[in-house]
């Protein structure tokens, strides 16, 4: 039986070959290396993609966080809201800058943030909220923005997972002050290697993170405050830009695998749909799009009971891989012979209380780690 990889991306590079080698050229023989026209003609077209009034393409999908945080002046003493299930990096941004990352829970069936429990969290250095559109699944926009309206706070999304996901017609990146994704390779627009965007629909706020994008620089030289360098190399600029107008197709693409999937799967003898009321004694449940505009990042199934796909397929002819951690605070984890996060020093009681209080969180890291306490 043939093996199906993990990840392929040679038959989508392949596809538009000649096109990348004619833009490396143009790219060689201008001898702009920094910044320049290709990156703004790519900024203009993401932008227009999106429905937002500026993009501003950056280094890193973590870049990108952390160029919003600091636009936003989110540092030392503030609380930024996040869920407990996500990649390093959302975190990792918050807490860089000195600020604390809170977590709160994620909903079981779809995985994105509860605003439920994250009404519970807010306190009164709360100064915003991180949701992360996970897996190519858009959050509630809508209710994310009330939410933020409510409680006097800031919105960034994560959607390093899902740039072009939608909810009720708005993309990501398009609500609250900034959007924020990657195009690391195996994202859905992925590039030749690491760089990402920052949306912004506030005028404002885009100048202030285009100077702090080049080192806080504006003119030439002369620096209004400490910035850093985030900048989109034009190469990596003109690589996406020939793919970005085949981003739908490639969404459309992983949708009908995605379908595919379902309808092979769905029906048979142990396996259900994760929905609310699912059958109990499903031994594999499979990725539900709540918003019915997802773009299918991957097609993540869920393993109840501590177990690990790979164990109930002893010989799959799909390669298979664990695809997120929870970045609960824990002893285990260290960098650098320390924590990643420390214990707050306005809040010493943070990281305990919150394992407590993120009971799914928690639930889906203890069967990550193979049924551990």
């Not at 850093?228 to 996406?240: G, I, K, S, V, Y």
């Not at 002893?314 to 984890?333: C, G, H, I, M, T």
Request: proline share 7%.
């Amino acid at each position: 039986m043939t093996n199906v990889p993990l990840l392929d991306l040679g038959p989508q590079n392949r596809a538009l070959e000649a096109q990348f080698e004619t833009a490396f050229r143009d790219v060689l023989r201008s001898n702009m290396f920094i910044m320049g026209p290709r990156l703004e003609a790519f900024e203009k077209d993401c932008a227009a993609f999106l429905g937002v009034k500026h993009a501003l393409g950056v280094s890193s999908g973590t870049d990108a966080l952390l160029l919003a945080l600091m636009a936003l002046d989110i540092g030392e003493g503030d609380e930024v809201l996040l869920p407990s299930f996500t990649f390093f990096a959302t975190a990792g941004s918050v807490a860089r800058l000195g600020a604390t990352p809170v977590w709160v829970d994620v909903n079981p069936h779809h995985f994105n943030i509860d605003l439920t429990d994250a009404a519970r969290k807010v306190g009164p250095r709360t100064r915003a909220i991180m949701p992360v559109h996970l897996f190519g699944q858009s959050g509630d926009l809508d209710a994310l923005e009330a939410f933020a309206a409510a409680h006097k706070i800031r919105v960034i999304e994560d959607a390093a997972q899902s740039m072009g996901a939608r909810w009720k017609g708005r993309s990501t990146m398009s609500s609250g002050d900034f959007g924020a994704t990657s195009f690391f390779p195996s994202k859905n627009l992925g590039g030749m290697g690491d760089s990402g965007l920052v949306t912004t629909q506030d005028d404002a706020l885009a100048e202030r993170a285009r100077i702090l994008r080049v080192h806080g620089m504006q003119p030439k030289y002369f620096h209004r405050e400490v910035g850093a360098n985030f900048r989109m190399d034009p190469l990596q600029a003109a690589l996406l830009h020939i793919k970005l107008p085949h981003l739908p197709e490639y969404n459309c693409a992983r949708a009908g695998n995605a379908n595919f999937y379902h309808a092979a799967l769905k029906g048979r003898a142990g396996i259900a749909e994760n929905r609310p009321g699912a059958d109990k004694a499903a031994k594999l449940l499979l990725p539900v799009d709540f918003s019915g505009q997802g773009i299918w990042n991957q097609f993540t199934l869920r393993v109840p009971g501590g177990r690990r796909l790979r164990d109930l397929l002893p010989d799959p002819p799909a390669s298979s891989a664990v695809l997120r951690r929870p970045e609960l605070p824990r002893r285990r984890q260290r960098t650098r012979r320390r924590a990643a996060f420390r214990r707050s020093p306005q809040r010493p009681d943070l990281p305990r209380a919150q394992r407590r209080t993120t009971p799914v969180g928690r639930r889906l890291a203890r069967r990550f780690r193979g049924g551990e306490g």
